[in-house]
């Protein structure tokens, strides 16, 4: 190992050293704009993070093009703990370019937008000086070269989602809400901790390049696998904690752009990615289980919201699960290829809703309706994203969909499990699923008529350029071209010459019975008519599966009778002994007054007293009469001659 | 000369300074008192005359009672004075009157 807070890079080339160095300088740059954002001024502080992330962007390209075969990894010693050294490592790999294009130029664009949407925010610099600790803690985790590293970036993903989440501090939805995903990703991010332990345990390294070799090891323990999902579970808000992502909604909407494309849930994904070869095949099971139930899940909890941002939310949870689902099959290509393509999007469909909610000052769905015309630049957008969404054939979104579906048949045949032939078919039918909520929401917002009485449709209008620019760049992004010629097939495209190319059944019927699904559920979406928000059916889905109920009547009301017991407790019996001791104390004081008093004073006072009377007696004998004197004065001559004779 | 018993002396002695001793300690009158301290004073010359046949000479202990006489004469006079002196400031003679040194 090197000299302390020596960065040595292992391919020693100059142009090797030069990459390095740039790698580093990405990482700190968006750091850097933490600072300096924050104290800028309110009018330069948007330029002025617009210009550092667009300095990030042409820096991570130029990394990314220019990547060698080897990854770059960066080592330096950081603590040494009794012997045992912890090191602080970064990795610059394929994956690692292609998250950092991702995080810049998402966050680029989000930050362009939000110059225009949050014009009228006084604490526009703290905005912004968030969102920069937001994209460099992201990049942190992208660039974390061992495990310790991608935890401590991992928790300030946490921190700044924290205070994103909860900007508008004073709605105390918000606050509430950032608080919810703080907490909820605490408990994902303490299985993740002791993952990180267990991983230290029995392989006495964190490093993810020594960890990488897999032919060191015959079969990782599951335990191991499943503890650090647990962080994913958190971070990537999979069932059981997907609660907080809807709620995160209360955030700024660019804030939820980002952080449902590029910055916070992708973390968990890029987690599962680093970490494959820790996945024990029973791990993998798990995965795929809670991957799958997730998409199913937010698939039906985004049929029948009527928030515009809360259906897009659980759209998110749903494709996050999708991502998993293709992360425990071992499908890393697919998941990253579909992360990447969710990225712009998902992004662009959140500019979009913001572009509505900014024109119409509503986020209820019900109360939109007609809006095509009067948002010609946002419809089109938004109905671009949609269908890479839902996976319409030409959109990016079905080439990555084709890619994890794919894998996943291929995965069912090999996985030897009973119910695994069930999965695929689940992960299919949620892809139709998708295609309903979206149709549902294309149809309340853009078709039909306009019903929202508090702004007048001659008063809903485009945004500026500012806003539209980023949504327009994120629409073209989300067509099929840029990732693959062949708009049916990803094979042979660019992509998966970084990713590793997922092994694909031959399916011949699979890309028709997956079109035929998206048809058939976006016919469903536009021709479905709105059923009684009373059904239980609807409940179920608007209430999430009655996740958040449940928490509330298993865990957060008996942990709260529990606090509420522990503390009685703490008052009768803690606080009782401490006063039992007091007043214990307190009498053995008065005891202690009363021996001092009768005791020792007694024994002065006594004193006193007694020379008191004894010079009474003496003064007694002092009459000043001449003749007792005498007398006395004779007795004791008396008494003296007595004595001598 | 016929010789007395010189016991006898000693009992007057005795019996006289006794009366003294006793009007010393009884009476109040501070002239009394005086005329008491005399008695002793003669009771011891009694004793000293008395003792004085046994001297080779005869003459040490009478000697030593004119002595005692010339004090008691000058002790007398002295007394007298102040007696009178303290009549004058307190109004009496009477001893147990005279508590001035109590305070």
């Known amino acids: 190992?090197?000299?302390?807070?020596?960065?040595?890079?292992?391919?020693?080339?100059?142009?090797?050293?030069?990459?390095?160095?740039?790698?580093?300088?990405?990482?700190?740059?968006?750091?850097?704009?933490?600072?300096?954002?924050?104290?800028?001024?309110?009018?330069?502080?948007?330029?002025?993070?617009?210009?550092?992330?667009?300095?990030?962007?042409?820096?991570?390209?130029?990394?990314?093009?220019?990547?060698?075969?080897?990854?770059?990894?960066?080592?330096?010693?950081?603590?040494?703990?009794s012997g045992i050294s912890f090191g602080i490592g970064f990795r610059v790999d394929g994956l690692a370019g292609l998250m950092l294009v991702i995080v810049h130029g998402v966050a680029l664009l989000v930050q362009v937008y939000s110059l225009s949407y949050l014009l009228d925010e006084p604490r526009l610099s703290r905005y912004f000086a968030y969102l920069q600790l937001f994209i460099g803690?992201?990049?942190?985790?992208?660039?974390?070269?061992?495990?310790?590293?991608?935890?401590?970036?991992?928790?300030?993903?946490?921190?700044?989602?924290?205070?994103?989440?909860?900007?508008?501090?004073?709605?105390?939805?918000?606050?509430?809400?950032?608080?919810?995903?703080?907490?909820?990703?605490?408990?994902?991010?303490?299985?993740?901790?002791?993952?990180?332990?267990?991983?230290?345990?029995?392989?006495?390294?964190?490093?993810?390049?020594q960890l990488n070799h897999t032919d060191l090891y015959a079969v990782a323990p599951t335990a191991v696998g499943l503890c650090l999902f647990m962080g994913c579970v958190g971070k990537s808000a999979q069932f059981p904690l997907l609660t907080w992502l809807p709620d995160a909604m209360e955030g700024p909407t660019p804030v939820s752009a980002l952080l449902h494309a590029a910055t916070m849930v992708a973390a968990g994904v890029f987690l599962l990615a680093r970490i494959q070869p820790l996945l024990s095949p029973d791990a993998r099971a798990v995965i795929v289980l809670i991957g799958t139930i997730t998409t199913f899940w937010g698939g039906y909890s985004a049929l029948f919201q009527t928030d515009i941002k809360k259906v897009l939310a659980f759209s998110t949870v749903s494709q996050l699960g999708l991502m998993v689902a293709a992360m425990g099959m071992g499908n890393v290509g697919g998941a990253l290829f579909h992360l990447l393509t969710h990225a712009f999007f998902k992004a662009g469909l959140f500019l979009s809703a913001g572009s509505v909610i900014h024109a119409v000052h509503t986020q209820d769905m019900r109360q939109m309706g007609g809006?095509?015309?009067?948002?010609?630049?946002t419809f089109v957008a938004y109905t671009v994203c949609a269908a890479a969404l839902a996976g319409v054939p030409l959109f990016s979104g079905f080439l990555s969909k084709?890619?994890?579906?794919?894998?996943?048949?291929?995965?069912?045949?090999?996985?030897?499990?009973?119910?695994?032939?069930?999965?695929?078919?689940?992960?299919?039918?949620?892809?139709?699923?998708?295609?309903?909520?979206?149709?549902?929401?294309?149809?309340?917002?853009?078709?039909?008529?306009?019903?929202h009485e508090a702004t007048p449709l001659s008063g809903v209008h485009e945004?500026?350029?500012?806003?539209?620019?980023?949504?327009?760049?994120?629409?073209?992004?989300?067509?099929?071209?840029?990732?693959?010629v062949n708009p049916f097939s990803a094979h042979g495209s660019w992509v998966f010459g970084i990713l590793p190319l997922p092994a694909e059944a031959e399916l011949p019927w699979l890309p028709p019975v997956s079109v035929l699904l998206v048809l058939l559920g976006g016919w469903f979406g536009v021709r479905l008519r709105e059923p009684n928000p009373t059904r239980l059916y609807v409940q179920l889905?608007?209430?999430?599966?009655?996740?958040?109920?449940?928490?509330?009547?298993?865990?957060?009301?008996?942990?709260?009778?529990?606090?509420?017991?522990?503390?009685?407790?703490?008052?009768?019996?803690?606080?009782?002994?401490?006063?039992?001791?007091?007043?214990?104390?307190?009498?053995?004081?008065?005891?202690?007054?009363?021996?001092?008093?009768?005791?020792?004073?007694?024994?002065?006072?006594?004193?006193?007293?007694?020379?008191?009377r004894l010079g009474r007696l003496t003064r007694s004998v002092q009459n000043g009469r001449v003749q007792s004197y005498i007398t006395v004065a004779v007795v004791g001559l008396l008494i003296v001659l007595w004595w001598i004779l | 000369m016929q010789s007395v018993d010189s016991h006898l002396f000693l009992i007057v002695g005795a019996a006289l300074f006794s009366i003294g001793l006793a009007v010393v300690l009884l009476k109040r009158h501070a002239i009394v008192v005086l005329m008491g301290i005399e008695l002793m004073l003669n009771a011891v010359n009694i004793n000293l005359?008395?003792?004085?046949?046994?001297?080779?000479?005869?003459?040490?202990?009478?000697?030593?009672?004119?002595?005692?006489?010339?004090?008691?004469?000058?002790?007398?006079?002295?007394?007298?004075?102040?007696?009178?002196?303290?009549y004058r400031h307190f109004r009496t003679a009477q001893l147990d009157e005279l508590n001035e040194l109590r305070q």
Request: with cysteine; proline share 3%.
């Open chain 1, 137 to 209: 803690a992201m990049l942190g985790i992208v660039l974390a070269g061992n495990l310790l590293v991608m935890y401590a970036f991992w928790e300030l993903v946490g921190l700044a989602s924290y205070l994103l989440i909860g900007f508008y501090a004073d709605r105390p939805a918000a606050s509430q809400a950032a608080k919810k995903a703080f907490l909820m990703n605490r408990v994902g991010d303490m299985g993740m901790l002791i993952g990180i332990f267990l991983t230290y345990y029995y392989y006495d390294t964190l490093d993810l390049a």
């Open chain 1, 1 to 81: 190992m090197d000299e302390w807070g020596y960065l040595r890079p292992e391919t020693p080339t100059f142009f090797g050293m030069l990459q390095s160095l740039l790698a580093v300088c990405l990482l700190l740059l968006p750091f850097v704009g933490f600072l300096t954002v924050s104290l800028a001024s309110r009018r330069l502080a948007g330029p002025l993070a617009v210009g550092l992330t667009a300095l990030g962007l042409i820096g991570s390209i130029g990394l990314a093009v220019s990547l060698p075969e080897q990854p770059i990894t960066l080592q330096a010693d950081w603590a040494t703990l």
């Open chain 1, 402 to 451: 084709e890619a994890i579906l794919g894998g996943a048949f291929a995965w069912a045949e090999t996985a030897g499990i009973s119910l695994a032939a069930g999965v695929p078919v689940l992960l299919l039918l949620s892809s139709g699923l998708t295609a309903l909520y979206m149709a549902r929401q294309w149809r309340l917002i853009f078709l039909g008529q306009y019903q």
């Open chain 1, 541 to 612: 889905s608007v209430q999430y599966g009655f996740l958040d109920r449940a928490y509330q009547w298993y865990i957060i009301t008996p942990a709260i009778k529990a606090a509420t017991l522990l503390n009685r407790a703490d008052q009768r019996l803690v606080d009782g002994a401490v006063n039992g001791a007091g007043i214990g104390g307190v009498v053995l004081a008065h005891l202690v007054h009363a021996v001092d008093r009768f005791g020792v004073d007694g024994l002065v006072n006594g004193a006193a007293w007694l020379a008191g």
């Open chain 1, 371 to 377: 809006l095509r015309r009067a948002l010609p630049v």
């Open chain 1, 463 to 484: 945004a500026d350029g500012l806003m539209r620019v980023p949504v327009v760049i994120l629409a073209l992004l989300s067509v099929a071209f840029w990732f693959s």
């Open chain 2, 49 to 86: 005359v008395a003792f004085s046949q046994y001297d080779p000479d005869r003459i040490q202990g009478q000697m030593l009672a004119l002595f005692v006489m010339v004090v008691a004469a000058a002790e007398s006079a002295v007394a007298l004075a102040i007696v009178l002196q303290v």
